[in-house]
């Protein structure tokens, strides 16, 4: 059974940076990211790492802000988000997929987390 715990969501304000992490258990080493949906909106990735850590994949409206990683623990994803801005409120759900192109392409995983709030106050 793969569960995913995430924790680091919150309220911030414009500008702030914010760290969200996400612990896999059950399954190693597969694809990890970041999706988000926002109120009316559908579910978009944000990012996307492969099982390695070497490649990863950003949407275009987070890159040089956001930054995802796998640090020392391979099952343990990061998303750090710098300069926050009040459109990326949304829920961010991790989640894991078997195949690196299918999720970093298409945003299609296999498993899912809870999800967690963010909000960014103007």
């Known amino acids: 059974q793969v569960e995913l715990e995430e924790s680091g969501g919150g309220l911030v304000q414009a500008g702030d940076s914010l760290e969200l992490s996400c612990k896999v258990s059950?399954?190693?080493?597969?694809?990890m990211g970041w999706l988000r949906q926002a109120p009316g909106r559908d579910r978009e990735l944000v990012a996307a790492?492969?099982?390695?850590?070497?490649?990863?994949r950003y949407a275009d409206f987070v890159k040089g802000r956001f930054t995802i990683s796998r640090v020392n623990d391979p099952d343990t994803v990061y998303l750090h988000m710098n300069n926050l801005k009040p459109e990326d409120t949304a829920v961010y759900y991790c989640a894991v997929g078997t195949e690196w192109f299918r999720s970093s392409q298409k945003g299609e995983f296999d498993y899912w987390g809870q999800g967690t709030q963010v909000t960014v106050s103007s």
């Open positions: 790492i492969s099982g390695g850590g070497v490649n990863t």
């Open positions: 059950g399954r190693s080493r597969l694809t």
